[in-house]
């Protein structure tokens, strides 16, 4: 990495405390230049309280983006107009709460981010293509370097619209939903891409939450309260990429795995050191 670029993290969607604690210990031995996460399962798998929101923000989290479950907690009404890193998608019906995509001013260069929600299998939402289109047009005025964060559950439409919008020259897109990280980090028109980034958090169970209480519903059809995975064992998948701040051109896309075993070791090293 030279003067000329930066390192950008973007953490796949937090589940609950383990989530949490398992980026908190990974920022406390890795350093970027800026650090995004999807934080609306961090706070016990269903949206985000504001106590989560700022000690997540005490972490070293520049950006946090959300998806369908950001209202699951209440109290998110009471903070979440006057945060100053939290968005929620950009196409949630005007009048909606929060905002849809903030320009972050980090001296010598600034990062736009945009959070988007899918509609294939999702909720209703306004429809992404022309919207983030022209909010990409808009930051591309101020900024070069615009990273998206697509919410979404269908392959499909997370492949189509991040080649959509590699074509109108964002930075990096980041699928999210989905909670298992996908195998194709690649750079699709100087934009880096993966179709989801995964989770962090409990890997002993069921995209973070509890085995038991899934294998239930699935065999019951009863609905039953969701808890999140005691996290015996945690993950952390991100994605990490280098970015040209004068052209806002990725240079390289790597995907991060890793589990606590691995973080304790790192933690073992320091000390040593």
Same mark, same amino acid.
């Given at each position: 990495?030279?003067?000329?670029?930066?390192?950008?993290?973007?953490?796949?969607?937090?589940?609950? %405390?383990?989530?949490? +604690?398992?980026?908190?210990?990974?920022?406390?031995?890795? %350093?970027? =230049?800026?650090?995004?996460?999807?934080?609306?399962?961090?706070?016990?798998? +269903?949206?985000?309280?504001?106590?989560?929101? %700022?000690? *997540?923000?005490?972490?070293?989290?520049?950006?946090?983006?959300?998806?369908?479950?950001?209202?699951?907690?209440?109290?998110?009404?009471?903070?979440?107009?006057?945060?100053? @890193? *939290?968005? !929620?998608?950009?196409?949630?019906?005007?009048?909606?709460?929060?905002? &849809?995509?903030?320009?972050?001013? *980090?001296? =010598?260069?600034?990062?736009?981010?945009?959070?988007?929600?899918?509609?294939?299998?999702?909720? *209703?939402?306004?429809?992404?293509? #022309?919207?983030?289109?022209?909010?990409?047009?808009?930051?591309?005025?101020?900024?070069?370097?615009?990273?998206? =964060?697509?919410?979404? #559950?269908?392959?499909?439409?997370?492949? @189509? +619209?991040?080649?959509?919008?590699?074509?109108?020259?964002?930075?990096?897109? +980041?699928?999210?939903?989905?909670?298992?990280?996908?195998?194709?980090?690649?750079?699709?028109?100087?934009?880096?891409?993966?179709? $989801?980034? &995964?989770? @962090?958090?409990?890997?002993?169970?069921?995209?973070?939450? $509890?085995?038991?209480?899934?294998?239930?519903?699935?065999?019951?059809?009863?609905?039953? !309260?969701?808890?999140?995975?005691? &996290?015996?064992?945690?993950?952390?998948?991100?994605?990490?990429?280098?970015?040209?701040?004068?052209?806002?051109?990725?240079?390289?896309?790597? !995907?991060?795995? @890793?589990?606590?075993?691995?973080?304790?070791?790192?933690?073992?090293?320091?000390?040593?050191?």
């Amino acid at each position: 990495m030279t003067n000329s670029t930066i390192k950008i993290i973007f953490f796949g969607d937090i589940v609950g %405390k383990p989530g949490r +604690f398992a980026v908190r210990d990974y920022l406390a031995l890795n %350093k970027y =230049d800026f650090v995004i996460a999807n934080v609306e399962n961090a706070s016990h798998g +269903f949206g985000l309280t504001e106590k989560n929101y %700022k000690d *997540l923000q005490s972490y070293g989290i520049n950006c946090m983006t959300c998806g369908n479950h950001i209202w699951d907690k209440k109290d998110i009404h009471n903070y979440i107009d006057s945060s100053d @890193c *939290l968005i !929620r998608p950009i196409n949630y019906p005007k009048g909606t709460k929060g905002k &849809g995509s903030q320009i972050f001013d *980090l001296g =010598d260069y600034k990062i736009g981010v945009i959070n988007v929600l899918g509609r294939v299998f999702m909720g *209703l939402v306004d429809s992404q293509w #022309e919207l983030v289109a022209q909010e990409i047009k808009r930051i591309k005025e101020i900024t070069p370097i615009i990273i998206i =964060d697509f919410h979404a #559950e269908a392959t499909a439409e997370k492949i @189509c +619209f991040g080649k959509f919008c590699s074509e109108l020259g964002v930075s990096a897109f +980041f699928g999210t939903h989905t909670h298992v990280q996908t195998s194709d980090d690649s750079i699709i028109n100087n934009m880096a891409y993966i179709t $989801d980034a &995964g989770f @962090c958090g409990a890997s002993d169970g069921v995209i973070g939450m $509890d085995y038991q209480t899934s294998l239930t519903r699935f065999l019951t059809g009863i609905p039953e !309260r969701y808890e999140v995975a005691k &996290g015996e064992t945690t993950q952390i998948n991100a994605v990490e990429v280098e970015i040209d701040k004068i052209n806002g051109k990725a240079l390289s896309v790597k !995907r991060v795995f @890793c589990n606590d075993n691995n973080i304790k070791e790192e933690k073992e090293s320091e000390k040593e050191n």
